[in-house]
């Protein structure tokens, strides 16, 4: 079965940076989108950061500037890069795959992210 395993996150004041990774297994790593999405308590998940297979990127316009989506298809393994974190970042970060040629998108646990002072 398909499995992805965030780490990463942690408590962080804010201006601080944190890096998520996101470690696929059991799947052709290089065939999906990648992406991930936040969900704070009560609150559906949003997307904000996007990479393509190809490597191009997009991000939603509150995190344009500060975070960064890349990905290693050698290690199976998507990050997110989080820097100049505020208070309105805090959530359980998700990572996201899709793919034409699979059935659904696969989800991981999630990793928590809080930015507090």
């Known amino acids: 079965q398909v499995q992805l395993v965030e780490s990463g996150g942690g408590l962080v004041q804010p201006g601080g940076s944190l890096r998520l990774s996101c470690a696929a297994a059991r799947m052709t790593f290089s065939h999906y989108v990648m992406d991930w999405y936040p969900q704070a308590p009560r609150k559906q998940r949003e997307l904000v950061a996007l990479i393509t297979t190809a490597g191009a990127t997009n991000y939603a316009d509150a995190v344009k500037g500060r975070f960064t989506i890349s990905r290693d298809n050698a290690k199976n393994t998507v990050y997110l890069k989080m820097n100049i974190m505020k208070p309105d970042d805090t959530a359980v970060y998700y990572c996201?795959?899709?793919?034409?040629?699979?059935?659904?998108?696969?989800w991981g646990q999630g990793t928590q992210v809080t930015v507090s002072s």
């Open positions: 996201n795959a899709k793919s034409d040629s699979a059935k659904r998108p696969y």
